[in-house]
């Protein structure tokens, strides 16, 4: 059942604007503050513009109890922008899905620090427990993970670190793709959600890249 989603209201003004999905990241001495972009929703198109001048960015949502992708349009593909849109998503871009990630959860600061990416998020995200967070968990790390430079993840709520429960490994500090592996349909399971070819695509390619990173406990 899908959430309804309040517009995102958090300003947050950082420097070293970083482009991640697309391209590859250096790693500094210092954690980097990334770009958190106050846009939600993609605009309209501008005269001579159109929607295939925007970036393609791959988010994380929710179908039953999997947590499957979805090839969004964006303005860029900073990743401030990108969770924008996996917290607030336009209709467009969430279609017939849903979102754990509970409404009016907001972005405060994303930092990357030699690989690692600590999300930190609004206390709005307290107010979740059980498989469903461990949902919106799992979209928040695969759709980060998505960028070239991310290996593993980090959450802190409005700016205290939080352990989220992996369901390879428990309750944990820091968690990677390869935790929510699991929650990944299986071909039956997404030809059974009636998914579409360019889903089942993008999970197969995500499926394939795990099963060779992954190791299994």
Request: aromatic share 4%; charged share 20%; proline share 6%.
């Amino acid at each position: 059942m899908r959430r309804p989603m309040r517009p995102l209201a958090a300003l947050l003004a950082v420097t070293g604007a970083a482009t991640l999905f697309g391209c590859g990241i250096g790693t500094d001495d210092q954690p980097r503050a990334l770009p958190v972009s106050t846009s939600t929703t993609t605009t309209a198109p501008a005269d001579g513009d159109s929607a295939n001048d925007r970036a393609a960015a791959v988010l994380w949502f929710v179908s039953g109890s999997d947590v499957v992708p979805v090839s969004a349009r964006l303005p860029d593909r900073e990743l401030g922008t990108v969770f924008n849109e996996l917290l607030a998503p336009s209709d467009a871009t969430l279609g017939n899905l849903a979102s754990s990630i509970p409404s009016g959860t907001q972005l405060r600061k994303l930092s990357l620090d030699q690989g690692v990416l600590d999300i930190n998020l609004s206390s709005e995200f307290q107010n979740l427990a059980g498989p469903a967070r461990q949902q919106a968990i799992a979209q928040m790390v695969l759709t980060a993970t998505e960028a070239s430079g991310v290996e593993s993840v980090e959450f802190s709520v409005e700016g205290q670190p939080i352990r989220v429960s992996s369901p390879e490994r428990g309750d944990v500090t820091t968690v990677t793709a390869c935790d929510f592996s699991s929650l990944l349909p299986t071909a039956q399971e997404a030809d059974a959600n009636r998914l579409s070819p360019a889903t089942v695509q993008q999970l197969d390619a995500r499926r394939s890249q795990l099963d060779q990173r992954c190791v299994r406990r």
